[in-house]
């Protein structure tokens, strides 16, 4: 080994640390189950809570959001407003994760 040398690495650009990872979160396969779940997480927050309660199961299959409803009054109203909600719950993530919202 050389003692009296030493070896100096310089880096032409510093990035953050949250950058770093959110560009490697964006190249794994794991962002778009990670959108999924920002999605699902929206739901009451862009519905509010009286919705939330009358959920009892949401998740996503093959780019549809299925959203399980108790009420028939309040699934009726959101049938008629689901490509709205649609927009608003694919824009909250910045990305098309959903393009279908199914209610049951």
Known sequence: MNKGRHLTMRRKETQKISDVLKIA???????????????????????????????????????????HIDSSVIKHELFMMRTRILQALNESVKSEVINNIHFA
Not at 37 to 42: A, G, P, Y
Not at 44 to 56: C, D, E, M, N, V
Request: charged letters at 25%; a positive charge.
């Open 25 to 67: 979160i964006k190249e794994s396969v794991y962002e778009h189950k990670l959108l999924e779940t920002r999605i699902i997480e929206n739901w009451s927050k862009l519905l509010g809570p009286g919705i939330g309660q009358a959920t009892s199961q949401i998740y996503i299959r093959n780019k549809t959001l299925i959203v």
